[in-house]
């Protein structure tokens, strides 16, 4: 089988050549390398065989042999000791991910890679009641007009930071279909907002922070017309726009304040990431954009489809904005309404001096800032280098007007070779990088697929025996890796040790489940200088398609074993005055709507029996006295397509219009005791017509 | 003859052999002293512990008794107890806990009041106080025991666990629950100053000897000259 990926590797030739290559060809050709792969004999991809250790181990006393029973390495002997967790230890490390499609997040613990939980934030998610009783007003909040939004595509998760740092605190996370962004408490692990973005119909790149989380930031993906309006696509360099929205977040009340929160109108050229700058950098926004060719697609005879169109240039856009003389000017009032939402427009951002663009190689996606602030690494996903920007360059520039041109809109662009500090050619498919105490980074490369260490210059030079702005090593991932994450590597405070390659395909590397396959996050171990990065561990995620993680050390969360005090509620964060102690229990009739005032203790529920009338709103309220660890009760109405999630000391309250004539067990959908099973009651509706229920 | 309250009180130091043995009829007052302010810490401090481990429960489950109140996971226990068919921890010792503050303060009056009497009146004024840390222990057992053999026969584990009384110090075994209860450094105060006193009373006994010989000598006297 003849090797399409044979044509000359655009990675050998210099970089003033790079412009005339064939990149499409490229990379057409490096996506059907999984194809290769699986067409290839066994001979052919070697390293990539899989190992069938299929043979049990199950029954033999000695390491050495389980080890020959297995066909173990002592390479895969280490990578097994380096990540197991006996039972009742914990992991050092938790990583939140996306869930993608799940429209969750989900926690994983490092080194081990268990799946400890997920946390239902668009999507409802009937374990932990999410939409089905509970968090209902959260989820519908985030719903666009006119239209229930069932589903998700969770995407950047943003975990709060106190000087640059994460704190352990708040997390943040945008749905990408919607343009949603949620809020969630690492006090209890709940989703406590969602907005929907009033400007943007998609976001792509968010959430992202600011060093003390003043702001959450959302970038918008894909430029839509303003207000939502309709435009034709002839009218695309007029009509259409990209949104980047900062959302004001309030720490002491724990929510994104909206009427605090605005948008900046930018050329419909694609903004994707986005990355806030820090310490050297503060106060600065660094974001890129993929089409600033403004292709429309295949709209007329002949024109190219997007993935081409948009591909045409050398060089896109890099964005650097003065945020905090953009925070400025909106607190001045510079700005319109779209959609009732304060929007700065362009013309704006010029006037003011707060936008610039500088050009970026070639169609790039990650933009990361090293922890220093000094640095900002873009990857040009069909350039095999990664471009190194130094703030300090970008601020003379900015000082000197070196400006090499103007683009369409009048933003003035910057002179690349004056704001460029270094390139390395990293390998193929560069996409997104981060960093480690040693003074490396790491970037994934989505074609080859790896993952590319390399060394950082400036300050960090000495941190490692490398050249500067080199190569160090790579290491094979399986496979198409989009994101990775180093242990609070986009932090000023990286720690190093792990990397998790955050592969989308999985091809061959789990037992095959059909035609759809889990996604593959692949443990590394980064923790010594030089070429030697291992991989330890593959875990499968079959529950949707994570895109990007966070690993935070376990040591900075505190989360709650239980709700402070009976009767807590975790949206309002108090103790909700309808909580009903023990032998407080009642039912009160108020005009047709019927307060059922419950408390919840294994293994039951008290009252057990309610009777309403068709017809009646019944309003429940329930509350767990419970103060036991982990004593989580349920509450199940499948009548009513309704199931709560009662954590000990919750209190949580559910409406329905009992409009369902009939006899109804309802029960403890939790396994909660010895006595579940009885944990249950009977919800009674009369029919219209017969005598009444009191 | 001795007034009334010489009877009561003990008969009078003389002047000369007050100064001349200053300490010998100082030494007494100290034990009680002592008693007075071990028992006044321990109103503060726990008096008993009762410690449930279960593999459910890592940490376990701790009563915390206080003289005149529960703290810990009472609720919890009581949750579990539901099960069983006990009455909740709280009903129990309600008079005793009612009281117990103003008893001790009582005791501690007394105490304080034998401090000024030499007779052995005093010793009456004591006991409450010696003995108060063995009625305590009794209490509990009383009421370990009638919450543990009195089980509600419709409770839903009533079949299961048969009526038991837990040991009040020490070890036992309760369905998958290992009950361990030891004294709470209170009741060890009371304890102390139970034994203090005991001791008291041989002290006040060796000190006041040249009194009541002196109280001998006068009687003889006395019944001398009124056969004369």
Known sequence: MPRHSAEVPPFLLKENQMRKLPWIGMFMAATAMPMLMTGCGPGDSASNAPKKTTNSGAGIASLEGVMEARGLTPDDMLAAAKTYVPSGQHDEAMIFASGGHSGQVFVIGVPSMRMLRSIGVFTPEPWQGWGYGSGDDIIKAGNAPGQELTWGDSHHPALSETNGSYDGEWLFINDKANARIATIDLRDFETKQILKNPVSMSDHGGAFVTPDTEYVIEGGQYATPLGWKYAPMEEYKTEYRGMVTFWKFDREAGRLDESKSFAIELPPYWQDLMDAGKNDSKGWLFGNSINTEMATGMLNEGDPPFEAGVSQRDMDYLHVMHMDKIIEIYKAGKFEKVNDFPVISLQTLIDEGVLYFIGEPKSPHGVDITPNGQYIVISGKLDPHVTIYGFDQIQKAIADKNFSSTDPFGVPVLDFDACKVAQVEVGLGPLHTQFDDKGYAYTSLFLEPAVARWSLGGEYGKLNPEEDWSLVGKTSVHYNIGHLLTYEGDTVSPKGKYLVAMNKWAIDRFAPTGPLLPQNFQLLDIAETGENMPLLYDMPIGVGEPHYAQMISIDKLKPWKVYPEIGWNPHTNQVDPEATQIGEERIERKGNEVHVYMTVIRSHFTPEHIDVNEGDTVVWHLTSVERAYDSTHGLAIPAYNMNLSIEPGEYTEIRFVADKPGTFPFYCSEFCSALHLEMMGYLRVKPAGVASAE | ?228
């Open chain 2, 1 to 228: 003859m001795p007034s009334f309250l010489e009877k009561i009180v003990g008969p009078r130091i003389p002047a000369e052999e007050r100064s001349r043995h200053r300490l010998r009829y100082l030494i007494p007052a100290l034990p009680l002293l002592i008693a007075i302010v071990l028992i006044a810490i321990s109103l503060f401090i726990p008096y008993w512990n009762l410690r449930l481990n279960a593999p459910q429960y890592p940490d376990g489950l701790t009563i915390t008794s206080y003289i005149n109140h529960l703290t810990g996971d009472v609720n919890e226990i009581d949750g579990l107890n539901h099960y069983i068919g006990m009455r909740p921890l709280d009903e129990a010792a309600q008079f005793e806990k009612s009281i117990a503050i103003a008893a001790m303060i009582g005791m501690m009056i007394c105490l304080a009041v034998a401090i000024f009497i030499r007779s052995r009146w005093a010793i009456l004024l004591a006991l409450p106080t010696i003995a108060f840390p063995f009625v305590f222990l009794a209490d509990l057992y009383y009421w370990m025991n009638k919450f543990g053999q009195n089980l509600d026969p419709t409770a839903p584990l009533s079949g299961a666990i048969k009526p038991f009384t837990p040991p009040i110090l020490g070890r036992g075994l309760v369905g998958q629950f290992e009950t361990i209860a030891w004294a709470g450094e209170g009741l060890i105060l009371a304890f102390v100053a139970s034994f203090l006193l005991m001791f008291w009373v041989l002290l006040r006994h060796w000190a006041y000897k040249p009194l009541r010989q002196l109280a001998k000598a006068n009687r003889q006297a006395t019944a001398a000259v009124s056969h004369a």
